[in-house]
């Protein structure tokens, strides 16, 4: 049973970078230890471990793993990041209909952020190259006035036209 609270624990720490069961008080490794408690304790239904049995995988005893449990966890999953890895331990680790409904969201909203950030890339290379094209645009009408700005524009909508239909005049 133990090698199932061994697993849990380094899937946390693969997903954080960094051990558990170090002493380290950083917010981030502190956070991760309080995940590992909740997981750890919601693990094996009505028969969970005990808290001396979570604290030994982690180097702690089992005041440590309450306190985890009771004051370090409710502000670790206010932290976006760390509520996406108790979602996802949750979904990998505990059976029930729950765990499976918000592996699906957290799946579908990683899918989601991947599609964004896709979009956001192409976006800002067209905005670049709107930046530079305008530049130049800027400096070839400069000085015209706006019957013939209106000239130019009509012009370059009949040329961007051919251009998309590869019709060339």
Same mark, same amino acid.
């Given at each position: ?34 995940? #590992? ?35 370090? #966890?409710? #502000? ?16 990998? #680790? ?76």
């Amino acid at each position: 049973m133990r090698n199932r609270l061994i697993s849990v624990k380094k899937i946390i720490e693969k997903e954080v970078g960094h051990r558990i069961d170090g002493k380290d008080r950083y917010r981030s490794y502190t956070y991760a230890r309080a995940v #590992f408690c909740k997981i750890a304790r919601e693990m094996n239904g009505p028969r969970s471990y005990s808290l001396a049995e979570i604290g030994q995988v982690i180097n702690r005893d089992h005041a440590s793993v309450l306190h985890n449990l009771n004051v370090i #966890f409710p #502000f670790a999953v206010q932290e976006s990041s760390f509520n996406t890895l108790y979602l996802t331990m949750k979904a990998m #680790f505990i059976d029930s209909k729950e765990a499976d409904e918000n592996f699906d969201e957290v799946k579908t909203l990683a899918e989601r952020v991947l599609s964004l950030e896709k979009e956001n890339a192409s976006l800002t290379h067209k905005l670049d190259l709107l930046k530079y094209g305008n530049s130049k645009l800027d400096r070839l009408i400069e000085g015209l006035s706006k019957e013939e700005m209106q000239e130019v524009h009509d012009k370059m909508n009949i040329f961007v036209k051919a251009i998309k239909n590869r019709v060339y005049l």
